[in-house]
């Protein structure tokens, strides 16, 4: 049986700052503090280097599924993430999407993310710490995990 893996999209398979470079000054004026709030904010993001085939690796050896909270005060963000996921996951990622504010509700072995909130903290399995000096890249978190698969 494969050991289940999730992945949180922002900050690990998502570069969330990439998105800034491609709003007007008007918007980044009208949402400043709050850019996560922009309509269609999460369609204009780029994979975090190396995330897309860490990814596909990983799902060939796991039970994988991408993790991800979305701002309450922005609908289009939860459409916007399922559309990322298409776009740059494609058939790996299909029905894989798991959008919640309570990640610790999910039961698995391994979880990547890159902030402990929403639940990671309190995640029954390992946390993955994407980010951190243990794991400060994609080719760390597939290295340790790549003897983890069985």
């Not at 969330?16 to 949402?31: D, G, P, R, T």
């Not at 995330?51 to 596909?56: D, G, P, R, V």
């Not at 990671?120 to 080719?139: C, K, M, N, V």
Request: aromatic share 10%; no cysteine; charged share 25%.
């Amino acid at each position: 049986m494969q050991k289940i893996l999730y992945i949180d999209m922002d900050g690990v398979l998502v570069d969330s700052q990439s998105a800034i470079a491609h709003l007007q000054a008007n918007v980044l004026q009208e949402f400043d503090g709050r850019l996560d709030e922009v309509p269609g904010i999460f369609h204009l993001m780029d994979p975090v280097p190396h995330a897309i085939e860490s990814f596909n690796e990983l799902a060939a050896k796991f039970d994988t599924y991408v993790l991800s909270a979305s701002p309450w005060e922005n609908p289009s963000a939860w459409s916007d993430k399922l559309l990322w996921v298409k776009r740059h996951l494609g058939p790996a990622a299909y029905k894989r999407l798991i959008l919640t504010h309570h990640k610790n509700l999910n039961l698995g072995d391994f979880l990547v993310d890159d902030r402990t909130t929403r639940g990671a903290d309190r995640f029954q399995g390992e946390l993955i710490l994407f980010g951190s000096p243990e794991f400060p890249d994609w080719s760390s978190v597939v290295g340790y995990l790549r003897d983890r698969a069985t």
